[in-house]
């Protein structure tokens, strides 16, 4: 590999961001005419039944002359989330330990407050 191919692929500057299973990586990259571009890369850990693990990883390149129409969206999206949800994280609903306490804690096969109607009846 030539010594320019190897500096392309080093990082300039870089972040690390830990969040749960994902991480992110920030890093400011160089292109072959020594200019800088950012990547993000998202890391996301499953983990298999058996123990074992792997990674999906997922990136963006970002260039320079897209840095002020993508900060202005990426500002203008997260203020609509916090404004319209909140900083509380809902997420953990999902996830397949989560209890539910509300609702349908009937026993299985009791039916819901509608009227079941079979089409041979009508």
């Given at each position: 590999m030539r010594e320019n191919d190897?500096?392309?692929?080093?990082?300039?500057?870089?972040?690390?961001?830990?969040?749960?299973?994902?991480?992110?990586?920030?890093?400011?990259r160089a292109t072959k005419a020594d200019d800088?571009?950012?990547?993000?890369?998202?890391?996301?850990?499953?983990?298999?039944?058996?123990?074992?693990f792997h990674f999906k990883k997922h990136k963006i390149y970002l260039y320079k002359e897209d840095?002020?129409?993508?900060?202005e969206i990426l500002e203008e999206m997260t203020s609509y989330v916090l404004n319209h949800k909140g900083e509380e994280v809902i997420s953990e609903r999902h996830q397949?330990?989560?209890?539910?306490?509300?609702?349908?804690?009937?026993p299985e096969g009791q039916r819901s407050s509608f009227t079941d109607i079979?089409?041979?009846?009508?």
């Open positions: 190897m500096l392309e692929k080093e990082e300039i500057f870089s972040k690390v961001l830990r969040a749960g299973r994902r991480t992110y990586f920030f890093d400011v800088y571009y950012i990547t993000i890369t998202e890391s996301k850990k499953f983990t298999e039944e058996d123990g074992s840095f002020g129409a993508f900060a397949k330990d989560f209890k539910k306490e509300y609702g349908s804690d009937k079979d089409f041979d009846d009508i």
